[in-house]
């Protein structure tokens, strides 16, 4: 017979916690958590205080939105935090949607690739090819469509 509900075994407290990823900005965020829960439990916290003590220590260890690793990180702490339930799911992606707006303000990577499709490479002592001759107040000419000139009248 049940006589009650009991709370699950917080994971920071049992040392479970160990980032599947290796990414340095989440195992960051994850020790500050479970240090916040360990020192607030030694000081007679109960397990609600001291997950509210964890998360907020989460949250704090965070990296800032300043730069194109630290957006990664940040979005990679935040993903982790919805995860383990660090953060609840409405703050979460508030927090996500902050991080997209900063990754707009970064500056754009110039891409060779992108500047060799938009110039085409000329050879020194070449002109540019033109496809369509024209002079002003002429039609264009090329070998698709000929001249008015050539057609008889009817």
Avoid: W
Avoid at 106 to 117: A, C, F, G, N, V
Wanted: charged share 20%.
């Amino acid at each position: 017979m049940i006589t009650g509900l009991e709370t699950p075994p917080d994971p920071a407290a049992a040392g479970l916690i160990h980032p599947a990823t290796g990414n340095p900005a989440v195992a960051l965020c994850c020790k500050a958590y479970a240090r916040a829960y360990r020192e607030a439990a030694a000081a007679g916290k109960d397990h609600v205080l001291a997950k509210f003590v964890a998360c907020a220590a989460y949250r704090n260890a965070m990296p800032p939105l300043d730069g194109v690793e630290h957006i990664r990180g940040f979005i990679a702490c935040a993903a982790h935090a919805m995860l383990i339930g660090a953060l609840e799911t409405s703050d979460g992606a508030k927090l996500l949607y902050a991080a997209q707006v900063a990754s707009t303000f970064l500056p754009k990577p110039s891409s060779p690739d992108i500047q060799r499709r938009r110039k085409p490479a000329e050879k020194p002592g070449t002109e540019p090819r033109k496809l369509l001759s024209s002079t002003p107040g002429s039609p264009a000419q090329s070998p698709y469509c000929p001249s008015p000139a050539g057609r008889e009248a009817v």
